[in-house]
């Protein structure tokens, strides 16, 4: 995916870095633009504007280890990977971890994952 894009998700990030790093390992992103504020990133499915916060919001937030899951935000993202046991070991090496049980959507299975900030995401796999 070169230039803009048509479409995509931004997430705001409080360690623009190591936010990067993870989706980028977690679902094979790579990186189309990268400065202090914003690293753009981008597999052949979407593209992620990862956006760090204002300093004065950042410095209102704090993240444990491991984050505490931000289970009450209105959106979601889904990606599908080859692999849920794969998926959820590169989020737990990269500081972020699963929640709740897998189950099955149709011609899928589905995972609930979380960041190394505690947003969620799911990921999902073709059914056996």
């Known amino acids: 995916m070169s230039g803009p894009a048509r479409a995509g998700a931004l997430i705001y990030a409080k360690a623009l870095d190591t936010l990067s790093q993870f ?21 052949p499915d ?18 444990t280890t491991p984050p505490a ?11 599908t990977v080859p692999s849920l046991s794969a998926a959820e070991a ?11 049980a897998d189950y099955e959507g149709p011609g899928f299975t589905v995972r609930n994952l979380f960041d190394p900030e505690g947003n ?3 990921v999902r796999a073709a059914a056996p």
């Open 23 to 43: 989706y980028q390992q977690l679902l094979g992103m790579q990186v189309l633009h990268a400065d202090a504020m914003h690293h753009v990133i981008a597999s």
């Open 46 to 63: 979407l593209q992620l504007l990862l956006h760090a916060m204002p300093p004065h919001i950042a410095a209102t937030i704090t993240i």
């Open 69 to 79: 899951i931000r289970d009450e935000q209105a959106i979601k993202l889904f990606f």
């Open 90 to 100: 590169t989020a737990v090496a990269l500081g972020g971890g699963a929640v709740g």
């Open 120 to 122: 969620i995401l799911q």
